[in-house]
């Protein structure tokens, strides 16, 4: 798993002028969903959406401050119930006091907080929380450098996740296993180490597709998180766009030989034709196109992602059908032979596989917002060529991707769309009721920052995972046959 990887990129796998021979290279052995969709356009809720197969409206994970729930299940408990062993390494950005959610093992710790502490404030509309809302900085500090904050991470996160994969070739522990590897690349700050940088020298995607749109020109939630990312504050040059962009590309490159590392490791620990590989990123990036950055909204760059799965008996292919990442949590399962239908009836995803194998279609794929840069919740239906978005405080937007791409041309009150309008909203009736869904969300809010508040007075404990380190079981200590460990520890054996 990737964090911010726009979709728009992976029509049929990486574009062409991405420098990623090693996802060029899978996704020529995948099933390629084309347009598939995030549940939700930020990090926490679309995680916890994606391991369990439900919206943010059930699982309550509104923003990246919302707590995770223990009592939902999701893909990791899933299989560790049918008898898998299972792990993480990275990014999960899990709230509250539970850092595992069904994984057995916790290879790393997270990169962002697991408290209450990013809660927004829908009583509060239009205030900005500079200390920890995005802004226009990671725009205009893009460039080169050898070491980040988030290098630092994902180098931590591959090098955890190519450890654990010689240890299961060790053949310790017999069971099935099942690895989430999560980087949180390509996400801003656009900074790359420079070999990666110098790929894009002349790359031909640097300037937006989508020319900026005048802030008296967008729609009442652009103007919102435009506002959210104190754009006042920065006057953005086209040069600093281009470089934001470079920087962005880059580090696709970057996680690009992360995810080779990876897949080298499972090929020579003798494991690669007995494991289903599934890539999925969060949500997108806007990277400048109509004049917006990060996501937080429902347009495709921001919304639309990545998703490849190549599994043993499924057929390399492409899916144009709309998909979403709440399909993630039941198709695995189903690859373990675990029918999700049965055991939580109330997911919101589905199977891909019928649909991989052109037996079958999908539902209308919905989607959720209710954090920064919204003052009440927002929904979406994607339905064939149609995109609909609602919101109480909002007109409605309805967009038709075939006709127009770019999605410049509003047609939720052109008559000629009208039973498409009259059809989209209904489902949405069936799907939301938004006055709740809002007061969901507002009480949500309101019980955290008390919560908040109460416990950073005092002695303070946090959430944060923190790794269990067992350096006395590790290498060769003397309680230990030094002979035994020797063997123990090889792979492969007898070559």
Request: hydrophobic share 35%; aromatic share 10%.
């Amino acid at each position: 798993m990737v964090d911010q990887l726009n979709g728009t990129f992976f029509p049929d796998g990486p574009a062409d002028f991405l420098h990623a021979p090693h996802l060029k290279s899978l996704a020529k052995r995948s099933v390629r969903f084309a347009n598939a969709y995030t549940a939700s356009p930020l990090c926490a809720p679309a995680r916890a959406s994606f391991m369990s197969g439900q919206l943010p409206s059930r699982t309550r994970v509104y923003d990246n401050a919302a707590e995770f729930a223990s009592d939902i299940p999701t893909f990791a408990h899933h299989l560790r119930r049918a008898g898998y062993q299972t792990a993480l390494s990275g990014k999960m950005h899990f709230v509250g006091p539970d850092q595992l959610h069904g994984f057995e093992e916790r290879l790393t710790t997270d990169i962002y907080p697991a408290d209450f502490g990013w809660t927004p404030d829908y009583t509060r509309p239009g205030e900005r929380i500079d200390w920890w809302y995005h802004n226009l900085g990671s725009v205009t500090g893009a460039g080169v450098a050898e070491i980040s904050n988030q290098m630092e991470y994902d180098d931590e996160v591959a090098y955890n996740a190519t450890r654990k994969l010689y240890d299961l070739s060790r053949g310790q522990d017999e069971r099935p296993w099942l690895l989430t590897v999560s980087f949180t690349h390509p996400h801003d700050p656009y900074v790359a180490r420079r070999k990666f940088w110098d790929l894009y020298e002349d790359c031909p995607e640097l300037d937006p597709a989508i020319p900026a749109i005048p802030y008296d020109e967008q729609d009442p939630h652009s103007k919102r998180l435009m506002d959210a990312c104190d754009h006042t504050a920065f006057d953005i040059s086209s040069e600093e766009i281009r470089r934001a962009r470079r920087g962005y590309f880059a580090n696709i490159s970057y996680i690009d030989e992360k995810v080779g590392e990876i897949l080298d490791v499972l090929e020579r620990s003798r494991m690669a034709e007995n494991t289903a590989i599934l890539v999925v990123s969060d949500h997108g990036d806007m990277l400048g196109d109509r004049g917006l950055w990060f996501k937080m909204n429902f347009f495709e760059g921001s919304a639309r992602v990545p998703l490849m799965i190549a599994a043993p008996g499924w057929q390399p292919g492409l899916v144009e059908q709309p998909v979403s990442t709440l399909d993630v949590c039941p198709t695995i399962a189903a690859l373990a032979g675990i029918d999700i239908g049965q055991l939580a009836p109330w997911t919101d995803g589905e199977d891909l596989a019928p649909l991989a194998a052109a037996k079958g279609g999908r539902a209308p794929v919905p989607m959720e917002y209710a954090a920064e840069g919204s003052v009440s919740p927002l929904v979406a239906i994607r339905d064939g060529r149609y995109k609909l978005t609602l919101c109480e405080v909002d007109p409605p937007i309805l967009i038709d991707l075939e006709a127009d791409p770019a999605e410049l041309r509003n047609l939720a009150d052109d008559p000629a769309h009208g039973e498409e309008m009259v059809r989209l909203t209904t489902l949405a009736g069936e799907q939301w009721d938004l006055g709740r869904y809002d007061a969901a969300v507002r009480e949500s809010q309101a019980r955290r920052h008390v919560v908040y508040e109460a416990l950073r007075n005092g002695a303070y404990y946090p959430w944060d995972y923190q790794p269990l380190q067992r350096a006395s079981e590790r290498y060769m200590r003397n309680h230990m046959d030094l002979n035994v460990l020797e063997e123990s520890q090889r792979f492969p054996r007898g070559e």
